[in-house]
């Protein structure tokens, strides 16, 4: 079973938005997917947009390219702030991450 089947996100378009009130800044997100997330010289993490800026705005989105979707979805499983979260664009429902169903 793929990890878009696991979720029920077959043909759904995906976000992903880091809380940086509660990263730790261990930069396990980085490792796992750098396309999409980097540390900052805060020493936390942050998503990128489309063109590698960091989006620092409070709760930035950027959507997770199919390619991708293991490894971030790999970033959140590992994080020990639990501050990543990935959610349909549809509905905005969290699929994985701290208040996934």
């Not at 976000?15 to 990263?23: F, K, M, R």
């Not at 971030?72 to 994985?96: F, L, M, Q, T, W």
């Amino acid at each position: 079973m793929s990890v878009q089947q696991e979720a029920g996100v077959v043909d759904e378009a995906l976000e992903v938005w880091i809380d940086q009130d509660l990263c730790t800044g261990d930069g396990i997100c980085a490792q796992y997917a750098p396309e999409v997330f980097e540390l900052d010289i805060d020493g936390l993490a942050y998503v990128k947009g489309a063109d590698d800026e960091l989006l620092q705005a409070a709760g930035a989105t950027t959507p997770v390219p199919l390619p991708l979707l293991t490894d971030v979805i790999d970033s959140v499983k590992e994080c020990p702030g639990e501050c990543i979260h990935v959610r349909r664009v549809s509905d905005r429902a969290e699929v994985y991450g701290p208040d996934a169903e």
